[in-house]
């Protein structure tokens, strides 16, 4: 997985990626506690990823566009978002396991 940022502080939650240009490939952005997101004001499309805490992975959501919001995942804590091709490129799958750890 790439190198995330960490979104936790409702500001940074609420803004994520919006008014940025790109997500560079490599990078990521993870909104905790997420268990939805909008695309609202976005200008390019993401690959999203939902966990639980513990990494589990409950959702996929592939190239979503801007303008667009996901379903509310039950359960889930964690939003990745990454640049589109990521999922694909990772081969990752709903029940993969993720380890979040510090750089």
Same mark, same amino acid.
């Given at each position: 997985?790439?190198?995330?940022?960490?979104?936790?502080?409702?500001?940074?939650?609420?803004?994520?990626?919006?008014?940025?240009?790109?997500?560079?490939?490599?990078? =990521? /952005?993870?909104?905790?506690?997420?268990?939805?997101?909008?695309?609202?004001?976005? %200008?390019? @499309?993401?690959?999203?990823?939902? $966990?639980?805490?513990?990494?589990?992975?409950? =959702? /996929?959501?592939?190239?979503?566009?801007?303008?667009?919001?996901?379903?509310?995942? %039950?359960? @889930?804590?964690?939003?990745?978002? $990454?640049?589109?091709?990521?999922?694909?490129?990772?081969?990752?799958?709903?029940?993969?396991?993720?380890?979040?750890?510090?750089?």
């Amino acid at each position: 997985m790439p190198r995330a940022a960490w979104a936790a502080g409702f500001v940074d939650r609420f803004l994520g990626l919006m008014g940025r240009r790109e997500l560079p490939a490599g990078e =990521a /952005l993870v909104i905790v506690p997420c268990n939805s997101i909008h695309m609202f004001f976005m %200008r390019f @499309a993401l690959d999203v990823v939902f $966990t639980t805490d513990d990494g589990k992975v409950l =959702a /996929l959501y592939p190239g979503i566009k801007p303008w667009r919001v996901t379903k509310v995942i %039950r359960r @889930a804590t964690h939003a990745i978002e $990454t640049p589109v091709g990521t999922i694909a490129a990772s081969d990752t799958e709903v029940g993969d396991q993720f380890a979040f750890e510090p750089a």
